[in-house]
């Protein structure tokens, strides 16, 4: 069955760089995109892009370029997300979604906290 | 980008229907169908109801429906029971660069 598993909660200091993984399982990687996307605390979904499992390709949404990075390991079915220079507004929950939003990750808890 | 629109609470009884609605611009809900509908329950990842405007995925149940005027898409949920209470969201394909935009999220309460 399809399964999108990702990494454990983070607790990270300002300034610090986190990086959440999203291991896809079920389906071939290439076929669909990867979407990643924030939850604030006590807020609504905010679509952060995707990227091209084909090409690597990454697309940011407004407010996520800069410190955001997406990445890809096609060997082993990943997709990453990199956050650097951590702020305390980063403390969310971020999902991947599979590109069809059919399946999503379980979520990673990113607590920035000096 | 801005969000699409939708109204912070809804509520129903047992057995009744509701709708929910998702305001967009001619860039995004009005301009394709590929409007999505998402339920959150607290603590959980979502979960897809319907996408492309009115298709439901394999699983989820026939009292959930969509649909689209305009700039406005609607989910429809029929017959509410007491474990459609969760968040709802909407999304949107749009023509800017991102691809991809959510409504403000709207939770519905059953009475």
């Known amino acids: 069955q399809v399964q999108l598993v990702q990494s454990g909660s983070e607790l990270k200091k300002p300034g610090a760089s986190v990086k959440v993984s999203c291991k896809a399982s079920?389906?071939?990687?290439?076929?669909?995109?990867m979407n990643w996307v924030r939850q604030a605390p006590g807020q609504g979904l905010e679509w952060m892009g995707w990227?091209?499992?084909?090409?690597?390709?990454?697309t940011y949404a407004q407010g996520f370029t800069g410190r955001f990075v997406f990445s890809l390991d096609t060997s082993v079915s990943t997709a990453y997300l990199q956050i650097s220079s951590l702020k305390a507004e980063d403390t969310a929950v971020y999902y991947c979604?599979?590109?069809?939003?059919?399946?999503w990750g379980q979520g990673t808890l990113v607590t920035v906290s000096s | 980008q801005s969000a699409l629109t939708q109204p912070a609470s809804v509520s129903g009884s047992p057995g009744q229907s509701i709708t929910i609605s998702c305001t967009g611009t001619?860039?995004?809900?009005?301009?394709?169908?590929?409007v999505s509908w998402y339920q959150q329950h607290p603590g959980k990842a979502p979960k897809l109801m319907i996408y492309?405007?009115?298709n439901r995925p394999s699983g989820v149940s026939n009292r959930f429906s969509g649909s689209k005027s305009g700039n406005t898409a609607s989910l429809t949920i029929s017959g509410l029971q007491a474990e459609d209470e969760a968040d709802y969201y909407c999304?949107?394909?749009?023509?800017?660069?991102?691809?991809?935009?959510f409504g403000g999220g709207t939770k519905l309460t059953v009475l």
């Open positions: 999304s949107s394909y749009t023509s800017s660069s991102t691809l991809g935009v």
């Open positions: 492309e405007v009115s």
């Open positions: 079920g389906y071939t990687f290439t076929s669909y995109a």
């Open positions: 990227i091209n499992t084909n090409t690597g390709n990454p």
């Open positions: 979604a599979r590109g069809d939003g059919n399946y």
């Open positions: 001619s860039s995004d809900v009005g301009g394709y169908n590929y």
